[in-house]
């Protein structure tokens, strides 16, 4: 049953994160202007989460943790077999537990499911660390998703369709993040990176705004 794998939620992803917590940090560029803050990963499907969060907690020394296979992992079941067996409501539970409990670490980077941001209350730890929107056009999603047969939500003959309401419900939802990475159709995996990191460093270079002068 799902709820006794969810009973053990907390010691599993404990046991994924702790051996990584010996890990020696190198210092990077970015290193002292972090300061250990997560980055949360969000955007689309295909997007690029899984694959540019790998390469950003290589080259900031940050562990990596990848939502979806903490759930898998977690549950002992594929996402297809979750949502097939219990629901979507209830991968969005797993999910938030799972955030939940990441969130409590420091020096991560953290690739979401693309549906992370349609629960509010997912954003109470979000907020937490620096969220980055990769934003990848509709016509490199579909190439890149063309024949997936891993993310449920597309797995009907009008995949496309879906994947653009998707994508017009998100939108704004995405919009919040701290940090707007546009991809475009050409750039690689590395250089998607390398852009990130430099928009990062942007960021957290620029002067926080003074507020504003209280009325007398
Ligand atoms: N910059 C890129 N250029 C080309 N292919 C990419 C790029 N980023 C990701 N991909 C590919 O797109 C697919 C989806 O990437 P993935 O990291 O799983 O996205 P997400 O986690 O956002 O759903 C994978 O096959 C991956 O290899
Ligand atoms: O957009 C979504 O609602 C989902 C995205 C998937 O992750 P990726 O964004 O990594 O594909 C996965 O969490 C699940 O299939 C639902
Ligand atoms: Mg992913």
Redesign the pocket.
Known sequence: MLESHLAVTLSSIYAVISPLLAMPAQPHPLSDLLKGTNLY?I???????????HLLGRRLNYRFI?T?ELIEQTTGQTIPEIFQQHGEASFRQIETDVLAQVSAYTRLVV?T??GIVTQPYNWSYLHHGLVIW?E?PLA?LQR??QG?TG?PLLQSDGWTERLQALLEQRQPLYAQADVRVT?TAQ???K??TRQTLEQIGQVLRSPTPEPPPIAP
């Open positions: 990963l955007g689309m499907m295909g997007s690029g989460k899984s694959t540019i969060g990848d979806d690739a499911g693309g990769l990848v490199v890149r998703l997936d993310r991809v750039q690689s995996p250089a998607v």
